[in-house]
């Protein structure tokens, strides 16, 4: 088997598809989000020192270009040819791009990339490209191009303006809000395919339906993930477990949760781990009365495959993970994308076969250890089958007896699997005897209105939840003149 470049490399003994994130353009990014934990990776990899002059995105000479950031054009081809070698057998290649902000790299770079992966595909073989941006760069250009490529968009956006301009603003401090709206415009006008990626931080959290609703009814959005914002304040130079155990606070502890200040663990703007569970409980309380089957929420879909016995689609509730790397613009290879530290380095492209890398024995630990460093306290929770630990960069709290490992987040993700279990029963129950699970819709409309219709005025909105008028909706079932 040869790469692109004519190597020899090792012949893959790897049952399912691996993916590897590509930052083509490092971290540089026009934003400055509060919370993103991808821009200090210019001084931990790069090193200021070793900089030329750069503050983004003034020096980057126009839109088209990367400067020193830009992934070359040997190195992207030399990926893009062992990428597709290495996951063409499973008929089906998904490339995933992401930074910093790729669409700094302008239009052309990618219509490159699609060229090479077109050029390069053997027959039969389909080419995906997924993308994650903050849509402000998007034009009328970009959007031709990613509707006639049919590329994936992830456009990330954290509610209604005044939740969304609390973090995510440019290099200027100035809002981001209008110029993600335009660019969401845009892709729906040339009709690109695109989901929302919701940061859910300390203040968003507080809001649950109202963001699900901002998302759902403003945005036209069928398609959302709310990711949940966890930042340690020593993040930038320590990586995940390489912390020291003794200073893991315990479970319950002030010092576990979210706090401004030089000697907080978790920095101001992380989501708590209750609030997280919360946020998450309140959109599914909504959503499960009338949104199942044509509102695709990222963490509901894993969990209901969690619940018919599938596996998790989605690392981080996975048994065990590993499979999805991180590649930077310089070739460096990492084991995942939150793991972009010197200690995870895994090699570089240029010199070491990226299959090598993903089959390498420090590879495999990686991800295995995910279910074999798991704590007796999850081992022993009866949501671990469809939790599983969550992601190990979250895991550095101490359980009630006093294990380190288990994850910041535990409170919120047993509330919320504990939460979801009655009506996930129902819906795997619902799809394994051939109906849609939407049919659940039903009985949560009806539990939820027999529960309020006591005290609900006429012109109330309905307590089954459909958003209707009572009078409209459910007065005369309660038995009451409509
Ligand atoms: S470390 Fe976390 S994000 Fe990375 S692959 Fe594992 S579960 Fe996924
Ligand atoms: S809910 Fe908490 S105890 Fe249960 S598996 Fe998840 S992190 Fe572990």
Request: aromatic share 10%; hydrophobic share 35%.
């Amino acid at each position: 088997m040869l790469s692109s470049n004519g190597d020899s490399v090792p012949v893959t003994t790897l049952d399912r598809p691996f993916h590897v994130m590509l930052k083509p353009i490092g971290p540089i990014c026009n934003l400055d989000c509060r919370y993103c934990y991808y821009l200090s990776k210019e001084d931990l990899l790069f090193g200021k020192d070793k900089q030329e002059t750069l503050t983004p995105p003034l020096s980057l000479e126009g839109r088209g270009r990367g400067g020193k950031w830009k992934v070359s054009e040997e190195r992207l081809a030399n990926y893009v040819g062992q990428y597709i070698e290495a996951n063409a057998r499973f008929g089906e290649v998904n490339f995933a791009w992401q930074g910093g902000e790729p669409t700094l790299l302008g239009v052309d770079f990618f219509r490159c990339v699609v060229d090479l992966q077109k050029r390069l595909a053997p027959p039969g073989v389909r080419v995906s490209n997924a993308m994650q941006t903050n849509g402000t760069l998007l034009d009328d250009k970009w959007c031709e191009f990613l509707a006639a490529e049919r590329f994936l968009i992830g456009l990330s956006v954290d509610g209604p303006r005044e939740l969304h301009d609390v973090y995510r603003v440019d290099k200027k401090g100035q809002p981001s809000f209008d110029q993600v709206m335009r660019g969401r415009e845009l892709m729906a006008k040339h009709g690109v395919d695109f989901n929302a990626l919701v940061v859910v931080n300390r203040r968003n959290s507080q809001h649950p339906r109202k963001v699900y609703r901002f998302i759902r009814d403003e945005m036209g959005c069928q398609f959302m993930q709310f990711i949940p914002c966890v930042e340690r304040t020593d993040f930038v130079q320590i990586a995940p477990q390489t912390w020291d155990p003794k200073s893991l606070p315990v479970v319950g502890d002030r010092s576990a949760k979210p706090a401004r200040g030089e000697d907080a663990l978790v920095s101001e703007w992380s989501v708590a781990a209750e609030d997280y569970g919360r946020f998450l409980c309140e959109v599914f309380d909504e959503w499960i009365v009338r949104d199942v089957g044509h509102v695709f929420v990222q963490i509901f879909d894993v969990a209901l495959g969690q619940w018919m016995g599938l596996g998790s689609s989605l690392c981080v509730f996975a048994e065990t993970c590993g499979n999805a790397l991180a590649m930077e613009h310089d070739g460096s290879v990492y084991s995942c994308d939150h793991y972009v530290y010197p200690e995870y380095r895994l090699g570089s492209i240029d010199e070491r076969p990226l299959l090598e890398m993903v089959q390498s024995d420090f590879q495999r630990k990686f991800g295995d250890d995910k279910r074999d460093s798991l704590p007796r306290y999850c081992r022993e929770c009866p949501v671990r089958f469809a939790c599983n630990g969550e992601c190990p960069k979250n895991r550095f709290i101490r359980t009630p007896d006093g294990e380190p490992g288990l994850n910041y987040l535990c409170a919120g993700l047993k509330r919320f699997f504990t939460h979801i279990d009655p009506w996930m029963r129902r819906m795997a129950a619902e799809v394994h005897a051939g109906r849609p699970a939407s049919n659940v819709m039903n009985v949560a409309r009806s539990q939820r209105a027999a529960a309020g219709f006591e005290s609900v005025g006429a012109n109330d909105l309905c307590p089954c939840g459909s958003g209707r008028k009572f009078k409209k909706c459910c007065m005369g079932k309660a038995g009451r003149p409509s």
